[in-house]
């Protein structure tokens, strides 16, 4: 398993964990302290998931309910 981070000041603040092959990517989770709640911090995951997945040619998935929603897989 593997993961897109976001930082702050050094500090990560957000993570989203996924798997990948040759073909596709898939979304596991994400996660957010409730701290940082509210400030698109998961929607730039999803956004860092989606351009990774663009870059790479991979069909994208997903297991995260909230990678579902926001990108309609």
Do not use: H, W
Not at 3 to 15: A, P, S, T, W
């Amino acid at each position: 398993m593997r993961k897109f981070e976001v930082l702050l000041d050094g500090k990560m603040i957000g993570y989203l964990l996924f798997d990948a092959n040759a073909a596709e990517i898939t979304a596991i989770s994400t996660f957010v302290p409730i701290e940082y709640r509210g400030l698109g911090v998961a929607k730039t995951l999803v956004e860092m998931f989606a351009a990774y997945a663009k870059i790479n040619n991979l069909q994208m998935k997903a297991t995260c309910s909230y990678v579902k929603k926001n990108l309609n897989l």
